[in-house]
């Protein structure tokens, strides 16, 4: 479907991390401000809720069985029904306040934190990793609101979003120990335009991101160049992820509640418009990857 369609509306109030399960054939997404967890059949065209009360704003499959989760308390293992356990709530003297997330080829996860606050110093997020047997490390730093993050397909480069900084980072990624080198700006977003915010790499090594504010989803070359603008009935876009049997299928999640920020883009109007709720897909015969599965214990 070579046309932005509507899937699900939930009117979720911070749609995000959509994640296609390879195993079910079936999407997980979580409203992060709704504490709701859903899973989509594309076969059947059904949706349900998975989860009620369970803050989740970032979140991979774990080989163990469940997910490995991060919300503005830490990191988490949910078995995802009842059970999750602490993995880490404090680095190196802050809150592990956690943001998007995403598994490496080795099985560790990786997370963004955020501490975004215009009245103080607001540069303290990390990206923290969290090795299978359990330790945290902190990989950057420096950072003002952590968001999506994705490997280029020979998994060489790791991209990372800076919303509030509207920046998209490229570091050099070691896949034996898990740490970064050599961090450059991949795209700086204009300020006319959205926040960059969720983001997902195709097989081809070109760089989707969603942006917030900005009504669609943007495809950057591996140069950084803009290729592509999609556009979406909803003022806060706000992630995206392949899915189907040939990873072809794109769903988009956006977010019903308003958030005013300073860094919104001139004009924009917080308190007029269609702001999101829903999930959207779209076929443009692009084919993406599979993310990749943790192997956490603790």
């Known amino acids: ?34 504490l709701k967890f859903y899973r989509y059949h594309p076969a ?12 989740i704003n970032g979140a991979a499959f774990n080989q163990p069985g469940g997910f490995v989760i991060s919300n503005n308390s830490g990191i988490w293992l949910w078995d995802g029904a009842d059970k999750i356990e602490l993995v880490v709530s404090e680095v190196d003297g802050h809150k592990c306040q956690m943001n998007d997330a ?21 540069d303290l997020g990390k990206l923290i990793r969290v090795d299978t ?13 952590s968001n999506g ?7 060489k480069i790791l991209y990372f979003t800076d919303s509030a900084a509207r920046l998209i ?10 740490t970064i080198r050599n961090r450059r700006v991949f795209v700086k977003v204009p300020n006319d335009q959205g926040l960059p915010d969720g983001l997902t790499v195709d ?13 669609c989803v943007v495809r950057y070359d591996p140069d950084g160049k803009l290729e592509r603008r999609i556009l979406t009935p909803a003022k806060q876009t706000a992630c995206l992820a392949f899915g189907g049997p040939d990873l072809t299928d794109i769903f988009i999640t956006t ?17 007029s418009g269609y702001f999101g709720g829903q999930l959207y897909h779209l076929n443009l015969g692009i084919q993406g990857k599979a993310e990749f599965t943790a192997n956490i214990s603790v």
């Open 149 to 155: 993050l994705g490997f280029s397909p020979d998994c």
């Open 255 to 271: 977010a019903a509640k308003s958030e005013a920020m300073p860094v919104m883009p001139p004009g924009y109007d917080p308190n």
């Open 203 to 215: 097989a081809e090594g070109f760089v989707w991101s969603a942006q917030w504010y900005g009504s």
């Open 1 to 34: 479907m070579t046309e932005l369609a509507v899937i699900a509306d939930y009117g979720d109030l911070c749609g995000e991390n959509p994640l296609w399960d390879e195993r079910t054939r079936s999407l997980y997404w979580t409203d992060c401000v709704g």
């Open 44 to 55: 059947t065209g059904k949706h349900e809720l998975m989860k009620d009360g369970l803050e």
């Open 169 to 178: 980072y490229a570091s050099d990624y070691n896949i034996k120990t898990g």
């Open 102 to 122: 995403i598994a490496d080829p080795a099985g560790r996860f990786l997370a963004g934190s955020w501490f975004y606050n215009p009245t103080q110093k607001y």
């Open 133 to 145: 047997n359990g330790k945290v490390s902190i990989v950057d730093e420096g950072f003002h609101l």
